[in-house]
């Protein structure tokens, strides 16, 4: 058989270059060496100096521990085998408003099929659900025609990517620093990053004449700068937005022909009590912006809040301030994948739409949720306090997330060994923390932050019992590092 | 007042090329006239539940106990459950890290992949490496990283089969790279020519397209033809000597409706021929949950299995599944269950096997029920339903509709689907969603309304086709003969 020698079609030199740009820290070389060290730990007991490997390094709070939410799975159950419903001792098993609401949910689905391909913007009755809950929420109307379903919130981002970008001429505004899904998809779509700063000795604030500065820099390079990402409450840096600051962003947005994506996956993780979520959405409808004015996609999630279904996949992004014509291409795009999965829908619809006072299970339900944010509201605290109390380490607050993302002031030291090996300090730093106490955070620099400035991102969610043995040997890890690479 | 960021002139073009007929045109029009109290027969997409299909037992038993582990300790629940669901759910969750809401491994769960691997093993009589196979929300997903990963840009070109499944247009448009086609011979069942797929790659080749890639749909969708072990063995040494990666749509393995030629896997085809092709030849296959007789097409479950790719490469792929975090996991246990089902012995299984034989054999009656029905329908000839969910039959239309489907702005076959939507509520998708040779007109229908309507159907289709062809028709017809 001839055949000329030949570069396979698929390898390293042949691939999208693009797919080789792309990077994203949370699942990057960290977690592939802490995997390594998992492998260890099962198969030669005793080897290393800890019996666990700790994944901080992922919003991911029911591998950790975290419960879900009984009467969501109730309501799951009873609609993925509907057979159930029928059978006469159910009520001995399931409460009777999770029995009730699986019934609507099923009446809502066309043949009651839960296994069928649904409207590819997901089914019109959870839709119109949601808006409802979103409505409630923001005290403005909501269109069940404006929400896209989708698997997880990220399935949106790069649907929006996908809109915006024309080439690497289009710029997209990202907070450094950033969740990098943003950096990666823009990567991936292949566009460019224009960063703004968050600031840090503010609480990691949003000045817009920062935003403004890189707009117009970025402008003067022949950019056209299509969008501005906000994610609130912030990943990885936890802060929530003042209104103020909100209305200067809708603004902003306005006057310069930007749309704005508004992540808002964390808007139920708030845990400072003078701060409070307000979505994008209302406040550009308070402040007279309709949909004329204001183009603006707000992602939500079910993997965060107290309800932590990462595994589900389930999300929307609500669309407004969009001509009928680019809708189109909206719903095309989405129905190239024919639609997202109808487990993540519900629960889309049951995290909009919860338990209401006087409901059976309302108790238990809201027992559970506030169980859930106040726990994590007191980890937050803890480890804030913690990494506060280390040598050269200073932590802002978590006012919402999941995540703390303190600074590490390294020794010039530690900065040249981590030069010597070609490594990033931070990543040295994430490195032997891992390799000491089995914890693993993600480097700073999966993030992005000011050139010359260390931090690690470190979530807030192992269970709470752990935390203090958690908080003991980052403690001797950290002295033992200062006392190694002391100046 | 100032244009808007995002309008329809600033959108990247790629997207504005993008067509999905499946859901296109014709399927918008249909849920209007649903809208308005119009019974619609949606035969549009291969969504068995939605036409009455009802989802196997024993994986709705499992997936419930999964989703609610309190369940599992409470005294009742071995009344509702029998105890192999109850085993299996255990197994599943024992799997994950924390339940199904934890975000598993980017590639899927290690235990599901392994259960996979077995599954290919077992069918194909070759091992098959776990950390190849990678879960994804559908085998559509799938399809599109692939493609993602391999389109570099418009020089960038990928042979696809015409007609086709318009995921793969839609995602080369999507990505920027050209579509490839070759036609599919309709008088030979659509079998396809190994020369004249040569001269396609010739051709594109001139223009100075690189091509990278073969697309085979096996059972074809939408044409049902499966193809036979001397046709995959000649793609195999195409691919080979053009230095191509084929990517096996497989999605349809488990719908096979005559003898003659069972389902084979390109992958075995490839092992069988041994060394250097067997080690050189790079593959990808695509399976899913929602086609065979699952139909769970709302779970979003599915897989890729790379075949002969480096390790590198392979750290690229998982590298952009990981951005995306997890595939989802309920799908993930349904693709464990599909693989990996009750076996001889177990409390379930005389269950399994009556329920999953009923979905098939109903299936090929109605494969039948429909070629038949469309071959005594004036001007129209159809080809057998080999395999998957479609029937595709060709519609020779005459001048005279042609004509008034000019006028009135519309591709011909577009017409006709349209005709036949408001006079019989049968929601279907033209030809031209798939691609056909120039001058010859289709439509695509599913084999999967429930059986007992399926005479009124070809009846009431026939009954439109016929009166259609008097009403367009010179006063003498074209014969079939």
């Given amino acids: 058989m001839d055949r000329a020698a030949a570069t396979p079609p698929v390898s390293l030199d042949t691939i999208n270059p693009k797919v080789l740009k792309c990077q994203y820290a949370v699942r990057g070389a960290i977690v592939s060496h802490a995997q390594r060290l998992q492998q260890e730990l099962q198969t030669s007991q005793g080897s290393l100096p800890f019996d666990e490997i700790l994944y901080c390094n992922i919003g991911n709070p029911q591998s950790l521990g975290q419960q879900p939410i009984t009467f969501f799975r109730e309501v799951l159950a009873l609609c993925d085998h509907p057979a159930l419903l029928g059978k006469s001792n159910i009520d001995a098993l399931f409460s009777k408003d999770a029995i009730g609401r699986a019934q609507k949910i099923l009446n809502l689905i066309p043949g009651r099929a839960t296994g069928a391909y649904s409207h590819s913007q997901g089914i019109k009755g959870l839709r119109d659900a949601i808006a409802v809950g979103i409505a409630i929420r923001d005290g403005f109307p909501a269109n069940a025609d404006d929400i896209f379903l989708t698997d997880g919130a990220s399935p949106g981002v790069h649907m929006m990517m996908q809109l915006l970008i024309r080439s690497e001429n289009d710029g997209i505004l990202c907070p450094i620093p950033q969740y990098p899904l943003y950096s990666a998809s823009i990567a991936l779509h292949g566009g460019s990053l224009v960063p703004y700063y968050l600031d840090e000795a503010t609480g990691w604030g949003l000045e817009i004449s920062d935003v403004k500065k890189q707009l117009e820099d970025a402008r003067s390079k022949g950019i056209t700068v299509r969008a501005l990402v906000v994610i609130n409450p912030g990943n990885p840096t936890g802060q929530v937005l003042a209104e103020e600051n909100q209305k200067k962003i809708v603004e902003f947005c306005n006057n310069e022909g930007l749309v704005l994506l508004a992540d808002e996956v964390y808007q139920e993780n708030v845990y400072v009590d003078d701060k409070k979520f307000n979505s994008f959405k209302k406040i550009a409808r308070s402040m007279g912006y309709g949909e004329e004015d204001l183009s603006l996609v707000s992602f939500q999630s079910i993997s965060k809040g107290y309800h932590g279904e990462c595994g589900k996949r389930g999300g929307y992004m609500e669309v407004t301030g969009f001509s009928a014509e680019v809708r189109e291409q909206f719903y095309k795009v989405a129905s190239v994948n024919l639609c997202s999965n109808i487990s993540g829908q519900i629960i889309a619809s049951l995290v909009m739409n919860p338990p209401k006072v006087g409901d059976e299970s309302y108790k238990s339900f809201i027992a559970e949720k506030n169980g859930i944010l106040s726990s994590l509201a007191r980890r937050a605290k803890a480890l804030e306090d913690a990494f506060n109390g280390l040598e050269g380490v200073t932590c802002n607050k978590a006012e919402g997330a999941m995540y703390l993302f303190p600074r590490l002031h390294l020794p010039q030291k530690a900065i040249d060994a981590a030069k010597a090996v070609n490594e990033a300090p931070d990543a040295l730093y994430a490195r032997r923390l891992l390799d000491a106490t089995g914890i693993v955070v993600v480097p700073g620099s999966g993030f992005g932050q000011v050139p010359g400035t260390w931090h690690v991102r470190c979530t807030i969610l192992p269970q709470e019992d752990k935390i203090p043995a958690i908080i003991s040997r980052l403690k001797a890890f950290h002295e033992a590092f200062m006392d190694e690479f002391r100046d | ?481």
């Fill in chain 2, 1 to 481: 007042m100032s244009p808007k960021p995002l309008d329809y002139e600033s959108l990247n073009e790629n997207v504005k090329k993008v067509a999905y007929a499946v859901r296109g045109e014709l399927y918008l029009r249909a849920s209007e006239l649903q809208k308005e109290g119009k019974k619609i027969i949606f035969t549009n997409v291969g969504n068995p539940h939605a036409l009455g299909q009802k989802p196997l037992t024993f994986p709705r038993q499992v997936i419930a106990l999964c989703q609610a582990p309190f369940l599992l300790d409470d005294p009742y629940v071995g009344i509702l459950f029998p105890a192999d669901a109850i085993a299996r759910a255990k197994h599943y969750l024992s799997l994950t890290s924390g339940g199904l809401g934890a975000y598993s491994d980017s590639r899927g769960l290690p235990g599901i992949r392994k259960e996979v691997a077995e599954f290919i093993e077992r069918r194909d009589g070759y091992p098959s490496d776990p950390e190849l196979i990678y879960l994804t929300d559908g085998a559509s997903k799938g399809v599109m990283q692939i493609l993602n990963t391999v389109i570099r840009n418009e020089k960038d070109g990928i042979l696809v089969p015409v007609p086709q499944y318009p995921l793969y247009s839609a995602a080369i448009s999507l990505y920027g790279g050209s579509l490839v086609p070759y036609y599919l011979e309709e008088e030979a069942n659509w079998g396809l020519d190994i020369n004249h797929i040569r001269q396609s790659v010739a051709a594109a080749r001139m223009k100075g397209i690189t091509v990278r890639a073969m697309v085979i749909i096996n059972p074809g969708n939408p044409t049902g033809q499966c193809l036979s072990e001397a046709s995959l063995n000649e793609l195999l040494k195409f691919c080979f000597q053009e230095n191509l990666v084929l990517l096996a749509d497989e999605v349809y393995q488990q719908n096979i409706y005559q003898d003659e030629r069972p389902f084979i896997s390109a992958r075995k085809i490839l092992l069988d021929m041994g060394p250097p092709m067997s080690k050189e030849v790079q593959l990808v296959s695509f399976h899913t949950v929602s086609k065979g007789y699952w139909g769970e097409c709302g779970q979003r479950g599915g897989y890729f299995e790379m075949t002969n790719i480096s390790a590198k490469t392979v750290d690229e792929i998982y590298k952009v599944a990981s951005v995306s975090l997890s595939p989802n996991v309920p799908g993930q246990i349904f693709m464990g269950l599909m693989v990996n089902p009750p076996k001889p012995g177990d409390i379930s299984y005389l269950r399994f096997v009556a329920e999953s034989k009923a979905i098939l054999e109903s299936l090929k009656r109605r494969a039948h029920i429909m070629t038949d029905g469309f071959n005594s329908c004036r001007n129209v000839v159809c080809n057998f339903t080999e395999g998957a969910m479609y029937s595709f039959p060709q519609i020779r239309l005459p001048p005279k509709a042609i004509e008034a489907a000019k006028s009135v702005g519309k591709a011909p076959d577009v017409f006709y689907c349209l005709k036949l939507l408001e006079a019989t509520g049968i929601s279907t998708v033209p030809g031209s969603g798939f691609g056909q040779k120039e001058g010859v007109f289709h439509l695509r229908t599913t084999i999967l309304p429930a059986e007992e309507d399926m005479p009124a159907i070809m009846t009431s289709f026939k009954k439109f086709n016929d009166e259609f062809m008097e009403q367009y028709e010179d006063y003498r017809g074209y014969s079939r003969m």
